[in-house]
């Protein structure tokens, strides 16, 4: 399932993908951090590297250099917290109270409701059309919300969905989307509708690693653990998201936001620490000159994940013409793995319609770019193997917590729930971190299931029992 590392004597960070062939070692890093082990995916090579010299059958017993390096490695881990990039961080007591100049109420705190956010959602019933959403002969409004997971390159099982959907002619059209991670970046693009499909195809079919990351050699990565804030450089996917998200999306984004329509993406906040959710559509139609700039940033740092790339900036201020501050955001994936509204508005205002008269009903739909289900496989007796399993399992364990609890939100509000999760039985491993041939497998994996019978499962995980609305 995850890489091994052989320490030879001409190339010691060599990876070894099991029946694939050899890969560079750097590209071992990007790939656990893919499969959310980001953390420890310098650990890992140190591990894995001593573990494979006394474990891979036939393999030369290491030299002393090899031993060396390590060693190297080891210093670099234990020193990496003792150099630090100068920053102007917002003071600890005002972490909450930071604004973006130009910008002061795009954002909301999760848990926080009542917020600028939730005022918001309310004045979206006023600004619909009965022609997007109509309502039926008791005059209830039914409200389609999709939210999307983070997954990295599995992604493409998700824009392989969205497309299949479109075919089978049901696809609603959402009054809320969400994302975090790769999710963010699909979101708006699934959010304007079936017209950016082949957009997103384009996206995650025709993708490789070197379109989303740069790496540097083994010695500059050693370095960046030791003053660096990542080891990677994403000015690759800052260019992707440029050529992909410009002022035409945007103006769409805009309009839909206007029709009472509703995009948030969620970032992390590593100086609250606090996952924050962002109103994307009044990004979109504020008319500023900077609209643009500050949605392809979210976009960016939602899809940051921290250790592996670079954290993502944003300039605060606590209050209008004072002094500038900066704040830390990272992958949304750490504060949420998949979220419907991260608590910014109660579902009452969803129900009541903002105080408009009549009612609404949510139907909730969940993509998960993932595999909820793992493959069964024992595990080795070393200290990598029971730490990858275990950061594994929890990441897995982080989602089905977010799954659950949106289920508990559809129950308690009358919602249906539906959602979807790549099949057990799929192979989740390619050549690369973003592998186009792996890829355009999950993305014909997606179509087809989304064109299937039953697409969506509307049991909670572990249930038998279906929810849907009274």
């Not at 420890?40 to 006394?54: D, F, N, P």
């Not at 005059?139 to 959907?165: D, E, I, P, Q």
């Not at 976009?299 to 300039?315: G, Q, Y």
């Not at 909730?364 to 024992?378: S, T």
């Given at each position: 399932?995850y890489s091994?590392?052989e320490?030879?004597?001409?190339?010691?960070?060599?990876?070894?993908?099991p029946?694939?062939?050899?890969?560079?070692?750097?590209?071992?890093l990007?790939?656990?951090?893919?499969?959310?082990?980001?953390p420890?995916?310098?650990?890992?090579?140190?591990?894995?590297?001593?573990e494979?010299?006394?474990?891979?059958?036939c393999?030369?017993?290491?030299?002393r250099w090899?031993?060396?390096?390590l060693?190297?490695?080891?210093?670099c881990l234990?020193?990496?917290?003792c150099?630090n990039?100068?920053?102007?961080?917002t003071?600890a007591q005002?972490a909450?109270?930071?604004?973006?100049?130009?910008?002061p109420e795009?954002r909301?705190?999760a848990?926080q409701a009542?917020s600028?956010?939730e005022q918001?959602?309310v004045?979206?019933?006023?600004?619909?059309?009965?022609?997007d959403?109509?309502?039926?002969?008791s005059g209830t409004?039914?409200y389609?919300?999709?939210a999307?997971?983070?997954?990295?390159?599995n992604?493409?099982f998700?824009?392989g969905f969205?497309?299949?959907?479109?075919a089978?002619?049901?696809?609603p059209l959402f009054?809320?989307v969400?994302?975090?991670?790769?999710?963010?970046?699909?979101a708006?693009f699934?959010f304007?509708?079936p017209p950016?499909d082949?957009a997103?195809?384009?996206?995650y079919t025709?993708?490789?690693?070197?379109?989303i990351?740069?790496?540097?050699?083994?010695?500059?990565?050693?370095?960046?653990l030791?003053s660096?804030?990542a080891?990677a450089?994403?000015r690759?996917?800052q260019?992707m998201i440029a050529r992909?998200v410009?002022?035409a999306?945007?103006q769409r984004v805009?309009d839909?936001?206007r029709?009472g329509?509703r995009?948030?993406?969620?970032?992390?906040n590593l100086?609250a620490p606090r996952?924050?959710?962002w109103n994307?559509g009044?990004?979109a139609?504020?008319d500023?000159?900077?609209a643009?700039a500050?949605?392809r940033?979210v976009?960016?740092?939602?899809?940051?994940?921290?250790?592996?790339?670079?954290?993502?900036?944003?300039?605060?201020?606590?209050?209008?013409?004072g002094?500038?501050y900066?704040?830390m955001?990272?992958?949304g994936?750490?504060?949420?793995r998949?979220?419907?509204?991260?608590?910014?508005?109660r579902?009452?205002?969803?129900r009541?319609r903002?105080?408009?008269?009549?009612?609404g009903?949510?139907?909730?739909?969940?993509i998960?770019?993932?595999?909820?289900?793992p493959q069964?496989?024992?595990?080795?007796r070393s200290?990598a193997q029971?730490?990858?399993?275990?950061?594994?399992?929890?990441?897995?364990?982080?989602?089905l917590?977010d799954l659950?609890?949106?289920?508990?939100?559809?129950?308690?509000?009358?919602a249906?729930?539906?959602w979807?999760t790549?099949p057990?039985?799929v192979n989740?491993v390619?050549e690369e971190v973003?592998d186009?041939?792996?890829m355009r497998?999950?993305y014909?994996v997606?179509?087809?299931?989304?064109g299937s019978?039953?697409p969506?499962?509307?049991?909670?995980?572990?249930?038998?029992?279906p929810?849907q609305?009274?």
């Amino acid at each position: 399932m995850y890489s091994w590392i052989e320490a030879s004597r001409r190339r010691p960070w060599v990876v070894l993908m099991p029946r694939r062939g050899p890969l560079d070692g750097r590209a071992y890093l990007a790939a656990h951090a893919g499969n959310r082990l980001h953390p420890y995916a310098v650990a890992g090579i140190v591990l894995r590297t001593m573990e494979s010299c006394s474990h891979i059958p036939c393999a030369p017993r290491p030299r002393r250099w090899a031993w060396g390096v390590l060693l190297l490695a080891t210093c670099c881990l234990l020193l990496a917290g003792c150099g630090n990039l100068p920053r102007n961080a917002t003071p600890a007591q005002a972490a909450l109270d930071g604004r973006i100049p130009g910008f002061p109420e795009v954002r909301g705190w999760a848990l926080q409701a009542g917020s600028t956010l939730e005022q918001d959602l309310v004045l979206s019933f006023s600004q619909e059309s009965p022609l997007d959403f109509p309502p039926d002969a008791s005059g209830t409004v039914r409200y389609a919300h999709l939210a999307l997971s983070g997954g990295g390159a599995n992604g493409a099982f998700g824009a392989g969905f969205l497309s299949g959907w479109t075919a089978t002619g049901t696809r609603p059209l959402f009054k809320i989307v969400t994302g975090v991670s790769t999710g963010a970046l699909m979101a708006p693009f699934a959010f304007i509708g079936p017209p950016y499909d082949q957009a997103l195809r384009d996206f995650y079919t025709t993708t490789r690693s070197q379109d989303i990351f740069l790496l540097g050699s083994t010695f500059g990565l050693l370095l960046q653990l030791m003053s660096g804030e990542a080891l990677a450089d994403t000015r690759p996917l800052q260019a992707m998201i440029a050529r992909h998200v410009d002022e035409a999306l945007l103006q769409r984004v805009a309009d839909a936001h206007r029709r009472g329509r509703r995009l948030y993406i969620g970032t992390a906040n590593l100086d609250a620490p606090r996952f924050v959710v962002w109103n994307m559509g009044l990004i979109a139609s504020s008319d500023h000159p900077d609209a643009l700039a500050l949605f392809r940033k979210v976009m960016l740092a939602s899809a940051s994940i921290p250790v592996a790339f670079p954290p993502v900036f944003f300039e605060v201020e606590l209050q209008p013409g004072g002094p500038r501050y900066d704040e830390m955001h990272v992958d949304g994936g750490i504060g949420a793995r998949v979220f419907l509204h991260g608590g910014v508005f109660r579902g009452s205002v969803i129900r009541e319609r903002g105080g408009l008269g009549g009612q609404g009903r949510e139907d909730i739909f969940v993509i998960h770019n993932g595999q909820l289900v793992p493959q069964p496989e024992p595990v080795p007796r070393s200290l990598a193997q029971i730490a990858s399993r275990t950061i594994d399992a929890s990441g897995r364990a982080a989602v089905l917590g977010d799954l659950l609890r949106i289920h508990a939100y559809a129950e308690r509000v009358g919602a249906s729930f539906h959602w979807a999760t790549i099949p057990p039985d799929v192979n989740m491993v390619g050549e690369e971190v973003f592998d186009p041939v792996h890829m355009r497998q999950l993305y014909e994996v997606g179509l087809r299931m989304a064109g299937s019978a039953e697409p969506w499962v509307t049991r909670p995980p572990g249930s038998n029992r279906p929810t849907q609305p009274p």
